[in-house]
């Protein structure tokens, strides 16, 4: 029965059915599954399988489109969920979270954001399409100890170069480190860039946050 439920939450991202897509990410709170596992194992197969199509020109951008609001959809409704399992605790650090200028993916560093928050951080989740000074003006206003940056295009990943390129500048880290991600990132440009943390997915992004930071022990 479950894996009836996600295929079906697959197959609405796959069809862009934004009133499915909440209907079944609904019935998954309801069957008390765990919000990050109807996201995994149900939407996400769905938007991959859009982007695969994409990416061989078996798909078009109206469809990219319907698939990026209905994945949004069902996370609006799970996003709430994530929160309450992680119960207010001591805060862990301060985390300002962007996706680079010229990138408007933004599911992924949302839901990178809701897991940090649910784990105890202060997130100051700017949007898509940020520059390196808004980024780094923010992570100064607000005496972030973590800038984390987010990347979906191999035309914007540069970006994060930017970033850190700048705040080496000024001598800004080790006092801020930076997080980066997105599907295109890799360990080869991760050590490139000299970033301080990767992770490839949004569970595995607390627990680098939590070492940057120096909670690993939280
Ligand atoms: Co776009 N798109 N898109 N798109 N899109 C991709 C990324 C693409 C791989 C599809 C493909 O061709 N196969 C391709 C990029 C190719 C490349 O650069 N190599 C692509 C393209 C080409 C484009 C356009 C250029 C299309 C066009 O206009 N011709 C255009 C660019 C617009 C722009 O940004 N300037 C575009 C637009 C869009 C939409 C707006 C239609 C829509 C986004 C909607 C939205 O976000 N509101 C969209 C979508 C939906 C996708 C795919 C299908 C799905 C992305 C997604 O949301 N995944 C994507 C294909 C794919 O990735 N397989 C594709 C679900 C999300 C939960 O995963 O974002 O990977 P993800 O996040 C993960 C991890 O990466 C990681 O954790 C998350 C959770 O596990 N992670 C981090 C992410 N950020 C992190 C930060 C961290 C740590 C971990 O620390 C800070």
Redesign the pocket.
Same mark, same amino acid.
């Given at each position: 029965m479950l894996a009836e439920l996600f295929k079906e939450m697959e197959q609405s991202i796959i069809d862009g059915d934004e009133d499915l897509s909440t209907e079944f990410a609904k019935k998954a709170v309801t069957l008390k599954i765990h919000p990050l596992e109807a996201i995994t194992n149900g939407f996400?197969v769905g938007?991959?399988y859009?982007?695969?199509q994409? #990416?061989r020109g078996e798909a078009f951008?109206p469809e &990219? +489109?319907m698939?990026?609001e209905a994945?949004?959809a069902a996370i609006a409704v799970l996003e709430p969920e994530l929160l309450k399992l992680g119960e207010s605790r001591e805060m862990l650090g301060r985390v300002v979270?962007a996706t680079v200028e #010229?990138?408007?993916?933004?599911?992924?560093?949302t &839901? +990178?954001g809701t897991m940090l928050s649910a784990s105890g951080f202060e997130v100051f989740d700017l949007g898509v399409d940020q520059p390196a000074d808004k980024i780094i003006g923010k992570a100064l206003e607000v005496n972030a100890n973590l800038i984390?940056?987010?990347a979906?295009?191999?035309?914007t990943m540069v970006r994060q170069r930017e970033v850190i390129e700048e705040l080496d500048k000024e001598s800004l880290r080790p006092r801020i480190k930076v997080?980066?991600?997105?599907?295109?990132i890799t360990k080869d440009w991760v050590n490139k860039i000299k970033a301080d943390g990767y992770?490839?997915?949004?569970i595995g992004?607390v627990k680098i946050a939590k070492q940057l930071v120096d909670r690993a022990d939280a």
């Open positions: 996400m938007v991959t859009i982007g695969d994409f #990416g951008l &990219l +489109v698939a990026g994945m949004k979270l #010229g990138d408007i993916h933004e599911i992924g560093k &839901l +990178v984390g940056m987010s979906l295009l191999t035309t997080m980066v991600g997105g599907a295109p992770s490839e997915d949004a992004a």
